[in-house]
């Protein structure tokens, strides 16, 4: 299992396929197995490579208190050179997307295409920055278990097959519980990236499950309205984690964007 230093850390990654470089990017509070399916389904065209984010998955343990999506990109450009390439297919899901416009901000030199899946561009309200101090200040005293049975009703669609929810809870139970904490932090204290959907330059598509409750369709939609020529795909019968839910029209989505670039 690949294992790089970068920037004073160690990130693991999953690597199949043959081709140029997709990057695949993990949402909250995942890790890169959420993306075998997506690596499956694109190893003919894609060399897929998912991610466990700085602290995340089998990647070290964090050691600063929030992890933000600044120092996750940076640590994608750090991984995309230790790659030896020139420059990737970002695929970010959420959390992953929000990485994904940090990244595009700073390092828009390093994208072929981008996949802006379930993920929203604005900021946190101040509501939301509210709900994930109670999310933080449950965790401790509920623990991951409890974590993972609130969230995941929120995360899949109602038809979420049994599978599908129990790979979901799993990923919820391992994940640290320092990563947990400085990933809310890190999310809390997002900008609002909006702005930087006007200046991508690369082919785009935003990809949205037909019930995503956390970053629905209207926000996809009016993401995908502000990237000049990005494609809008809606998900049926899926939620958050549409690329799990419904791998195969995901897949489909990703081919279509990659042959544009
Ligand atoms: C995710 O799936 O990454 C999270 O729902 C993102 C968030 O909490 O804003």
């Known amino acids: 299992m690949p294992l790089v230093a ?11 396929g043959r081709g140029p ?5 993990h949402g909250f509070p995942l890790n890169a197995t959420m993306w ?38 940076d640590d994608l450009a750090a991984l995309i050179d230790v790659l030896d390439v020139e420059k990737v297919d970002l695929v970010g899901l959420s959390m ?44 401790m005293t509920h623990g991951r278990f409890d974590l993972a049975e609130r969230m995941e009703p929120q995360l899949v669609a109602a038809r979420a097959s049994p599978a599908v929810r129990r790979r979901i809870r799993s990923m919820i139970e391992t994940t640290r519980y320092e990563t947990i904490l400085a990933a809310l932090e890190g999310m809390k204290g997002r900008p609002d990236r909006t702005p930087i959907l006007g200046r991508i330059g ?35 019968g899926a939620g958050h984690l549409a690329p799990l839910e419904a791998p195969g029209a995901v897949a489909t989505a990703l081919r279509e964007l990659f042959a544009a670039g």
């Open 6 to 16: 970068v920037a004073g850390t160690r990130l693991h990654y999953l690597d199949r």
């Open 21 to 25: 470089v997709a990057l695949l990017v």
């Open 36 to 73: 075998l399916e997506q690596m499956a389904l694109l190893s003919d065209v894609r060399r897929c490579v998912a991610v466990d984010l700085r602290g995340c998955g089998r990647s070290d343990p964090p050691t600063e208190p929030a992890l933000t999506m600044e120092r996750h990109a």
């Open 96 to 139: 992953g997307g929000y990485v994904a416009l940090a990244f595009a901000e700073l390092h828009p030199q390093q994208l072929r295409t981008l996949a802006l899946v379930d993920t929203r561009s604005e900021a946190d309200t101040d509501e939301g920055r509210r709900r994930r101090d109670d999310t933080g200040q449950r965790l």
């Open 202 to 236: 690369v082919p785009t598509a935003v990809i949205t499950g037909e019930h995503d409750v956390i970053a629905p369709p209207a926000a996809g939609r009016a993401m995908a309205d502000a990237v000049a020529g990005a494609v809008y795909v809606e998900i049926a």
